[in-house]
C-alpha cells in the first residue's frame, strides 16, 4: 500500500480505517469494544508493513502482544516504533484516542526471519581454520541482520571465538583469515614522491588486508607500524 494511501475494512458492525505514512499507523474503530477478528488481523498487517519498510522484504515471521485490544466506540489508534525496527524484540507506542481523553500503551513485536544459513556441525576452537566438513547449510528461523549472514560460504574462514556446535555462523564469530602472522618475515617498502626503499621486516602481530600492524624491519631493528597490503607485502607508516 502506498505511502499515504487509505484502505477501509469492513467486519459486520465494525469499520476500520487505516492511514500510513511516515512509519505511523493510524487505526480507527467504529461499533466495537475490542479490536479483534479481522480488524486484529488489519493491525497485524500495519505491523507486517512496518517491518518490511524498515528491514526490507522478508520472509520474516513476527508475534505480538497483548493480542487483544479493549477500545472505545470511535477510538482513534496511533501506532509508531519506539526505535528503528531490528530483528528481535521491538516495542511500538500505541496511543488511544477517545474525545478528550487520550491512553498510552505498548504493543511488543518479536520479529524473526527465516533464511537459508551457514551452521557449526561441531565445535569449533578460536583460531581454527573452518573447513567444508565443519559447515552445514539449514533452513532456519533467527533473529540476526542479513549483514551478519551475508557471506558465500565460510569455509576458510577463521573462528573468532570458540563456537559450539550447531551455531549459526554470523561475522561476528568468524573473520577472514590474517594474511600474514606473527614471526612471519615479509618484504615490506617505503614509497615516497622521490624515492622507493624496500626490505624485509618481521611481522609482530597477525595483520588482514588493511591492518595496520607492528612490524620490526630487519636492517634498522626498530619496530614501525605498516599497513598489510592484499598481496601480503607490507607498507611503511611513517609516524
Same mark, same amino acid.
Given at each position: 500500500?502506498?505511502?499515504?494511501?487509505?484502505?477501509?475494512?469492513?467486519?459486520?458492525?465494525?469499520?476500520?480505517?487505516?492511514?500510513?505514512?511516515?512509519?505511523?499507523?493510524?487505526?480507527?474503530?467504529?461499533?466495537?469494544r475490542?479490536?479483534?477478528?479481522?480488524?486484529?488481523?488489519?493491525?497485524?498487517?500495519?505491523?507486517?508493513? +512496518?517491518i518490511?519498510?524498515?528491514?526490507?522484504?522478508?520472509?520474516?515471521?513476527?508475534?505480538?502482544?497483548?493480542?487483544e485490544?479493549?477500545?472505545?466506540?470511535?477510538?482513534i +489508534?496511533?501506532?509508531?516504533?519506539?526505535?528503528?525496527?531490528?530483528?528481535?524484540?521491538?516495542?511500538?507506542?500505541?496511543?488511544?484516542?477517545?474525545?478528550?481523553?487520550?491512553?498510552?500503551?505498548?504493543?511488543?513485536?518479536?520479529?524473526?526471519?527465516?533464511?537459508?544459513?551457514?551452521?557449526?556441525?561441531?565445535?569449533?576452537?578460536?583460531?581454527?581454520?573452518?573447513?567444508?566438513?565443519?559447515?552445514?547449510?539449514?533452513?532456519?528461523?533467527?533473529?540476526?541482520?542479513?549483514?551478519?549472514?551475508?557471506?558465500?560460504?565460510?569455509?576458510?574462514?577463521?573462528?573468532?571465538?570458540?563456537?559450539?556446535?550447531?551455531?549459526?555462523?554470523?561475522?561476528?564469530?568468524?573473520e577472514?583469515?590474517?594474511?600474514?602472522q606473527?614471526?612471519?618475515?615479509?618484504?615490506?617498502?617505503?614509497?615516497?614522491?622521490?624515492?622507493?626503499i624496500?626490505?624485509?621486516?618481521?611481522?609482530?602481530?597477525?595483520?588482514?588486508?588493511?591492518?595496520i600492524?607492528?612490524?620490526?624491519?630487519?636492517?634498522?631493528?626498530?619496530?614501525?607500524?605498516?599497513?598489510v597490503?592484499?598481496?601480503?607485502?607490507?607498507?611503511?607508516l611513517?609516524?
Amino acid at each position: 500500500m502506498p505511502s499515504g494511501g487509505r484502505k477501509r475494512f469492513q467486519s459486520g458492525r465494525r469499520i476500520v480505517a487505516v492511514m500510513m505514512g511516515l512509519g505511523i499507523v493510524l487505526i480507527m474503530v467504529l461499533g466495537s469494544r475490542a479490536l479483534g477478528g479481522q480488524s486484529m488481523g488489519v493491525l497485524s498487517q500495519q505491523v507486517e508493513h +512496518l517491518i518490511q519498510e524498515s528491514l526490507g522484504t522478508g520472509p520474516y515471521s513476527f508475534t505480538f502482544s497483548p493480542s487483544e485490544l479493549d477500545l472505545p466506540d470511535g477510538a482513534i +489508534l496511533n501506532l509508531n516504533p519506539t526505535e528503528k525496527i531490528q530483528m528481535g524484540r521491538n516495542y511500538f507506542q500505541m496511543r488511544i484516542s477517545d474525545g478528550d481523553r487520550e491512553i498510552q500503551r505498548v504493543l511488543t513485536v518479536d520479529v524473526t526471519r527465516t533464511d537459508s544459513v551457514w551452521i557449526s556441525a561441531r565445535a569449533i576452537a578460536p583460531g581454527e581454520i573452518l573447513t567444508i566438513e565443519d559447515v552445514r547449510r539449514e533452513w532456519l528461523r533467527h533473529t540476526h541482520q542479513k549483514e551478519e549472514i551475508r557471506f558465500k560460504s565460510p569455509v576458510g574462514m577463521r573462528a573468532r571465538h570458540g563456537i559450539g556446535s550447531t551455531r549459526i555462523l554470523t561475522l561476528e564469530l568468524i573473520e577472514e583469515p590474517p594474511v600474514v602472522q606473527r614471526g612471519q618475515k615479509i618484504p615490506i617498502r617505503y614509497r615516497s614522491a622521490m624515492m622507493e626503499i624496500s626490505t624485509v621486516a618481521e611481522v609482530r602481530e597477525d595483520g588482514c588486508a588493511g591492518d595496520i600492524i607492528r612490524v620490526r624491519v630487519t636492517d634498522a631493528r626498530k619496530e614501525c607500524r605498516a599497513r598489510v597490503l592484499e598481496d601480503g607485502t607490507l607498507e611503511v607508516l611513517l609516524p
